[in-house]
Nanobody, 116 residues
Framework: QVQFVESGGGSVKPGGSLRLSCVTS????????LEWYRQAPGKERELVAG?????????EYAASVKGRFTISRDNGKNTLYLQMDNLKPEDTAVYYC????????WGQGTQVTVSS
């Protein structure tokens, strides 16, 4: 079955960096466009970034993270990444990965806390 295992979260100060990883299984990784989402306390889950499976991986970002976050993928390792730089308190959330559109079962996510 499709599985996503997110890791790499933690607590950092504003301006800090984290690199999230999402190890996947149960589907042909190279055939799927993938996305990172996040959910802050009391808020709806929101799309953060996406990368296609074609054309070398076309990347798209939410306006709130553009220029600070970088999504990438390693098809040989079935792993999706999110490099997060210049983190802000409003980036605090649980981060998840999924297929484009979020149509697969969700993993546990990884907590990111940005606080001084």
């Amino acid at each position: 079955q499709v599985q996503f295992v997110e890791s790499g979260g933690g607590s950092v100060k504003p301006g800090g960096s984290l690199r999230l990883s999402c190890v996947t299984s149960g589907f042909t990784f190279g055939d799927y466009s993938l996305e990172w989402y996040r959910q802050a306390p009391g808020k709806e889950r929101e799309l953060v970034a996406g990368i296609t499976w074609y054309n070398g991986g076309i990347r798209e970002y939410a306006a709130s993270v553009k220029g600070r976050f970088t999504i990438s993928r390693d098809n040989g390792k079935n792993t999706l990444y999110l490099q997060m730089d210049n983190l802000k308190p409003e980036d605090t959330a649980v981060y998840y990965c999924n297929h484009r559109g979020g149509d697969a079962p969700w993993g546990q996510g990884t907590q990111v806390t940005v606080s001084s």
